[in-house]
């Protein structure tokens, strides 16, 4: 006899099934409800024994059925945990609670969804097929891919009360979690040379820093709006433009507004060796070219699914101006060679707070997909372990519990996590995000310089060079 599942699964979760497996539908049999009850179990109330009908889960609304080695209830709850009615609940629930007197007996019914015999239909990520064996209809599903919205990850984060929360993430439904590896993130690793470049010097009085700061609240009229990279493995491009963006409008005192355009960055920019146009690429590298050939505006060069460069390339480096793709003309503007700053919380700090957001590169794993609010902090993972990507630093703060947190804004839009921001633990590096910390400054003459890029800016190696990478 088939036993009861857990009471812990979460929603959607129960009916994966590993391959091979089997999930028992339902039919109707003399105006009764069956599936896996035996005829003497049909012929006792459950939920009309005591004429009880409970809202949401709970988990004492229940009744001893298979002679008490299994139990079935008549809450909301179990509705949800399986796809066929009685999977969870008391066989008569259904007539009882829900005032339902049929149901369909020759197909699948899932998710308020119904599937005819022979359908294949997709469940998050893996598919499924209805199918009738014999009298009763069930659903096979394959278990062999892993999906980026992982039901039972999200169940297991929030009961660890880790401190922040996950949750579903409509855009991320049926994609695998190798789609968001391959299409989420989109940094390459430097080479050890480039990381390891001496930092600038910082002068840090920490009774100057305030214990609380935010970007956007500070300068709200110079924060870009968060991007969807759509699963181009681009971050690179947007957490570059968007830090350029923020202080160009902050040194102009708004005079020169943003955002400036990522299309620009993504398809113009060469050297990569990239083999598609979404595929990952390197900050110092793209700053090459922004330093020599310079951004436009996102208005003269919006986003487009065309990966061609839409400008004239031929001699930019030595323009102010450029023709937008759709007509018109607009400025060019260019900053300083990047430079590292220190791998120390209040060097960051610091830096933000005097001067505008920054770059930086962190390792993500499959629980950073389905963050949801709060202060998130790293899974334990050996060393150099995850993938690589970038965001905006644009604040800092403490929780109720007095964590301390970065602010970060990222690039997979504003139905993930604190619409479109996260905050991650600080001051003990989660994620390797205080490791590699990246900054420019602003021309005073936002004009093209002969030779900018092999001129050297200071005497130092703390500025990038293009022979390092």
């Not at 960051?348 to 930086?360: Q, T």
């Not at 590169?361 to 499959?366: E, K």
Request: with cysteine.
């Amino acid at each position: 006899m088939m036993q009861l599942a857990s009471r812990t699964f979460p929603l959607f979760l129960p009916l994966i099934l590993l391959s091979g497996g089997r999930f028992t539908g339902v039919e109707k049999v003399e105006g009764q409800y069956y599936d896996y009850y035996r005829d003497d179990e049909l012929s006792r109330s459950f939920c009309g024994l005591r004429n009880t009908c409970c809202k949401h889960r709970q988990d004492e609304c229940s009744l001893d059925r298979d002679g008490g080695r299994t139990k079935c209830y008549c809450d909301e709850f179990c509705e949800r945990s399986h796809l066929a009615p009685h999977q969870d609940c008391c066989w008569d629930y259904w007539t009882v609670c829900r005032n339902v007197s049929e149901i369909y007996d020759q197909d699948c019914i899932w998710n308020n969804n119904r599937y005819r015999p022979n359908a294949f239909f997709q469940m998050n990520c893996n598919e499924c097929q209805c199918l009738k064996r014999g009298r009763k209809m069930e659903i096979m599903c394959s278990y062999n891919k892993k999906c980026l919205v992982d039901q039972e990850l999200i169940t297991k984060v929030n009961q660890e009360n880790r401190g922040w929360r996950a949750g579903n993430v409509t855009t991320f439904w049926g994609k695998t979690l190798n789609d968001g590896l391959q299409g989420l993130l989109g940094t390459n690793y430097s080479s050890n040379k480039v990381r390891t470049m001496f930092p600038v010097r910082t002068l840090v009085r920490r009774h100057q820093l305030p214990g609380a700061f935010d970007w956007r609240q500070k300068n709200p009229n110079y924060v870009s709006p968060i991007e969807d990279q759509n699963f181009c493995n681009s971050s690179w491009v947007y957490s570059i433009v968007s830090t350029f963006s923020d202080r160009l409008a902050k040194w102009s005192a708004g005079r020169e507004r943003g955002p400036l355009s990522y299309q620009q960055l993504l398809t113009c920019s060469k050297g990569q060796r990239r083999k598609t146009i979404c595929s990952s690429g390197f900050l110092t590298k793209s700053w090459k070219y922004i330093m020599v050939s310079g951004l436009t505006t996102s208005a003269c060069y919006p986003r487009s699914t065309d990966a061609r460069c839409q400008i004239q390339e031929r001699g930019l480096g030595k323009r102010e101006s450029v023709g937008c793709p759709g007509g018109g003309v607009e400025k060019l503007y260019r900053a300083s060679a990047l430079s590292r700053i220190a791998s120390n919380e209040s060097a960051i700090r610091r830096e933000i707070y005097d001067n505008g957001p920054v770059i930086a590169t962190m390792r993500v794993f499959p629980e950073f997909f389905v963050y949801n609010g709060g202060v998130y902090n790293c899974p334990r993972r050996p060393p150099k372990q995850g993938s690589v990507h970038s965001v905006k630093l644009l604040g800092w703060g403490e929780d109720s519990r007095q964590v301390p947190y970065w602010i970060a804004a990222n690039s997979w839009g504003r139905e993930w996590g604190e619409d479109g921001f996260f905050r991650i633990r600080r001051g003990s590096n989660e994620c390797d995000i205080e490791e590699f910390i990246l900054t420019f400054s602003l021309e005073r003459r936002l004009r093209p310089r002969r030779n900018a890029f092999n001129k050297r800016l200071a005497t130092n190696s703390s500025f990038y060079s293009p022979k390092t990478d």
